[in-house]
């Protein structure tokens, strides 16, 4: 693995981008090898404002804690990194699923990806005033159910999650909740509105 400033900047690298900083970050200040939720909240959180960043380095550090002893190790972190790196669509949608099911209980309800969704949206802000129409963290969320709840029992499998989300590009790159890309404008006209 290179620098991370000679990563390849194609769409979504950003936040991979970032990621592997933090890592090096990590590395200077943890000489344990270990890392903290509360040092990770620490690092993520770095020269943001509110509490929205801090909600979702909890669950994207959730998601990298496998064993949910509260600590993850360097392992687990480049383990994590190098998936979003070079795994295949699957392989990061599966990650992805982890990221929105909070109570790990292997599906995702509404609430848990509404939850998701508002934090990256407060994050985003900035980017989306600029466009017309944005919608909103539920009106994206509804989307999202509406096109991947195929049995309609208001939870999403993991199954329905990756079907879902290879079938349609807007939702895969709402799914992978990259605050860089994340895409709150509207669907140019033409597209089928839920
Ligand atoms: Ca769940
Ligand atoms: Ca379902």
Redesign the pocket.
């Known amino acids: 693995m290179g620098r991370a400033a000679s990563l390849p900047c194609r769409r979504g690298t950003t936040y991979v981008t970032e990621l592997y900083e933090w890592l090096r970050t990590f590395m200077n200040e943890c000489p344990s090898g270990l890392i903290t939720l509360h040092e990770f909240r620490r690092h993520f959180c770095k020269g943001t404002v509110g509490n929205e960043s801090a909600e979702y380095a909890e669950q994207i550090f959730r998601t990298l804690d496998n064993n949910g002893d509260g600590v993850v190790d360097f392992r687990e972190y480049v383990k994590a990194i190098s998936m979003l790196i070079e795994g295949t669509p699957v392989e990061k949608l599966r990650w992805s699923f982890k990221l929105y099911d909070k109570d790990k209980d292997g ?1 995702i309800s509404r609430r848990e990806m509404l939850e998701i969704m508002q934090a990256v949206y407060k994050m985003s802000v900035a980017a989306s005033l600029t466009k017309p129409n944005p919608l909103t963290a539920e009106e994206c969320t509804n989307r999202i159910f509406a096109r ?10 993991l199954e ?1 999650f990756i079907e879902g989300a290879l079938d349609d590009e807007w939702i895969r790159e709402m799914l992978e909740c990259d605050p860089n890309t994340v895409k709150v404008e509207r669907p140019p006209k033409g597209h089928i509105l839920l």
């Open positions: 599906a991947l709840d195929k049995d309609n029992n208001a939870i999403i499998s329905e």
